[in-house]
């Protein structure tokens, strides 16, 4: 009988220059501007990351030339304090259509104080990606990671 591997939940938390109506939208809306370098499936910095403004709706990219890429699916849109969304993406970083083997990723905006709002990402559910799911927990969880990924907004708000 095989054991299953068990995985931190991992966290990353910034505080966004910006209201919360404003950090949602830059999460949501203006992530392609800002993404950070390489974090993304294309060939090129994607024209657009798409986030479907509904449960059961795509997250996806989409790069220049029209070619869309998708990451994963909208769980829970809940504008503009949370957002839960299904890692869709295997331990190769290739499309899994499978929603029983996605992680689960929650996003949700507080705001702390006039143009101030804290974002706190928690990515769980390493497990459900089978062998792939140490590989992804190991990438999302270092320095270049969702904390490089979050520093980016916060860099592209600040600017």
Excluded at 32 to 40: I, L, S
Excluded at 69 to 79: F, T
Excluded at 101 to 112: G, Q
């Amino acid at each position: 009988m095989s054991e299953t591997q068990s995985y931190t939940p991992v966290v990353a938390e910034v505080t966004v220059p910006a209201g919360l109506a404003r950090a949602f939208e830059l999460f949501t809306v203006e992530q392609a501007a800002w993404v950070a370098e390489r974090h993304w499936l294309g060939d090129e910095r994607p024209a657009a990351i798409v986030f479907e403004p509904t449960a059961g709706g795509r997250w996806y990219e989409r790069q220049p030339d029209g070619t869309e890429c998708d990451w994963g699916r909208v769980l829970e849109w809940g504008a503009p304090g949370r957002l839960v969304l299904a890692w869709m993406l295997d331990g190769d970083w290739r499309f899994d259509p499978d929603g029983e083997r996605a992680s689960r990723i929650e996003v949700t905006f507080t705001e702390v104080g006039p143009d101030q709002t804290v974002l706190r990402l928690v990515h769980t559910g390493f497990e459900a990606h089978g062998e792939g799911g140490g590989s992804i927990h190991r990438s999302v969880g270092s320095a270049t990671g969702w904390p490089a990924y979050l520093d980016a907004l916060v860099a592209f708000a600040t600017a």
